[in-house]
């Protein structure tokens, strides 16, 4: 049999189709700024566009290392979903009492999404297909059914599906039940979000400087003063967006490390192979074991095939060499063959991974510096997509002084528990993989570890 990866290109398969934008040119000069905002992925491009909307009259600039979305943000699954919290479950066990106001929070902030690609008209295939999380072992029925209880108890617009209700949606031999989110999740193209939030930051008047790494920040008279290689720019408030890249302030050393996750792209299927596995609605699919896989259709009917294997490399070192992983593309590439033995055959046409901000509570965290004249938002854990615009929110908030609905949640007051420094963090990462990747082999049971970092409130995820 030939091998489905033989013709697999090296790069990130949607930051390789047409319509990249041409960079903006380098900062190579002094500028001043009411706002200035370092990284242009999500998290950069929503702070912008809404501190624009917020007040047109504010001076905005943002400053970008590479260029925008070049990394996370032009990389990923694109599973645009509306929980801030990295799931249900996650939330409701990190903050029960304000699960109520985060799902109302989030069910908006995905609103919000649609209503700005439609003003904008940004093309990036928005679907509200929802979210399909499938069982695929006995002990996973268990823990999908507990989960539509909860959700469904809380009004969410959830369906438990038995094995055939959710084989007619989507036909694997492997699946054993599932639960349909139907309105909470949306499918988007991830670059041509980041390339269409970039250009309507531009018409708004903010000005975007790429191939621009922010090296140092002081303090200055009147704000901050950001230090590129050939420019500054003065601003009196900064938001930093860095994502897992949090070099610039060094307190989030402590609490996100770069953790690499992988995907792979097939080749369009064909009308008789899409109709041999269903999936007529179009969901984004997971997995609900610990290492899940994550798969959802293009706008052209390829197969995004991504997860299972999170990696974190000693130090934590971001490299573009960490973006290949052939043993993990190999796994992935076994995987998707047999949950959809039907598309033997089928070869993917791209291969790769990128770092994802992980924090022990597996959610976005926020706050200030430099005397409140810096904002962060860090630490999305692999589901940023949606929640970044939050985010962008909570730093503005955050950076008016005032207090807000926002500001006085707990989720944004409160901060995960940091990692232990080195070498300590890569036995201990090591050890709740290794713990993980067995209870996904013992019915989901977890050992004495695992069980003590759920007590904790300590954990691992991508
Ligand atoms: C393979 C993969 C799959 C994923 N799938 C999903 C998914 O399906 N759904 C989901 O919700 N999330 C997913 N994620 C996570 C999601 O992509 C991120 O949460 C999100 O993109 C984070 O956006 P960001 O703007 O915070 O970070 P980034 O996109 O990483 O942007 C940070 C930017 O800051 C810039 N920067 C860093 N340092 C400096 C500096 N010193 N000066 C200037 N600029 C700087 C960087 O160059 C970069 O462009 C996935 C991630 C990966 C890698």
């Not at 995905?110 to 072992?137: H, K, M, P, S, W």
């Not at 209700?165 to 599932?178: K, M």
């Not at 997509?385 to 939050?390: L, Q, Y």
Request: hydrophobic share 40%; with cysteine; charged share 20%.
């Amino acid at each position: 049999m030939t091998d489905p990866l033989a013709d697999a290109d090296p790069v990130p398969y949607w930051l390789s189709q047409d319509g990249a934008p041409a960079p903006a040119d380098p900062l190579v000069a002094g500028e001043t700024a009411d706002l200035a905002v370092i990284g242009a992925g999500y998290s950069g491009l929503w702070t912008a566009l809404l501190a624009k909307e917020r007040d047109p009259g504010r001076n905005v600039v943002v400053v970008e290392a590479g260029t925008a979305g070049w990394a996370a943000s032009g990389r990923n699954g694109g599973f645009c979903s509306a929980s801030l919290t990295h799931g249900f479950d996650n939330g409701l066990s990190r903050f029960p009492d304000e699960m109520d106001i985060l799902e109302r929070l989030g069910r908006a902030n995905l609103d919000d999404i649609e209503r700005t690609v439609d003003r904008y008209q940004i093309n990036c295939d928005f679907a509200r297909t929802g979210e399909l999380v499938v069982a695929t072992e006995p002990w996973q029925l268990r823990e999908v059914t507990e989960y539509h209880a909860s959700a469904s108890a809380r009004g969410l617009d959830v369906r438990l599906l038995d094995g055939p209700s959710v084989r007619a949606e989507v036909d694997s031999p492997t699946y054993l039940g599932g639960v349909w989110d139907r309105s909470g999740c949306a499918m988007v193209d991830p670059a041509r979000l980041v390339w269409g939030l970039r250009r309507a930051c531009l018409e708004l008047g903010v000005r975007i400087y790429e191939n621009s790494p922010v090296e140092r920040i002081t303090a200055a008279a009147a704000g901050l003063s950001l230090y590129t290689p050939r420019g500054r720019v003065d601003a009196a408030k900064v938001a930093l967006a860095t994502g897992a890249h949090a070099s610039l302030l060094r307190r989030l050393h402590h609490y996100v490390v770069p953790v690499y996750d992988y995907a792979l792209m097939t080749e369009p299927l064909s009308d008789a192979q899409l109709a041999s596995i269903g999936w007529g609605n179009r969901q984004g699919i997971g997995d609900s074991g610990n290492q899940f896989h994550y798969y959802r259709l293009s706008a052209d009917n390829r197969i995004l095939w991504g997860g299972y294997d999170a990696i974190y490399y000693r130090d934590g070192r971001i490299a573009p060499e960490h973006d290949q992983r052939a043993a993990t593309f190999r796994t992935l590439a076994e995987h998707f063959a047999q949950t959809f033995p039907q598309l033997a055959g089928v070869r993917f046409t791209h291969k790769w991974g990128g770092a994802i901000d992980t924090c022990s509570r597996f959610s976005g965290f926020f706050g200030t510096a430099h005397g409140g004249r810096l904002a962060y938002a860090v630490g999305y854990t692999g589901l940023g997509v949606g929640a970044t615009r939050f985010g962008a929110n909570v730093m503005l908030d955050l950076l008016s002084g005032r207090q807000t609905e926002l500001t006085a949640l707990k989720m944004v007051r409160r901060k995960p528990i940091p990692f232990p420094p080195e070498p300590v963090r890569s036995g201990v990462i090591e050890l709740t993989r290794w713990s993980i990747a067995r209870a996904d082999r013992r019915g989901g049971r977890r050992n004495i570890w695992l069980r003590a970092l759920d007590r904790a409130g300590v954990g691992f995820d991508s």
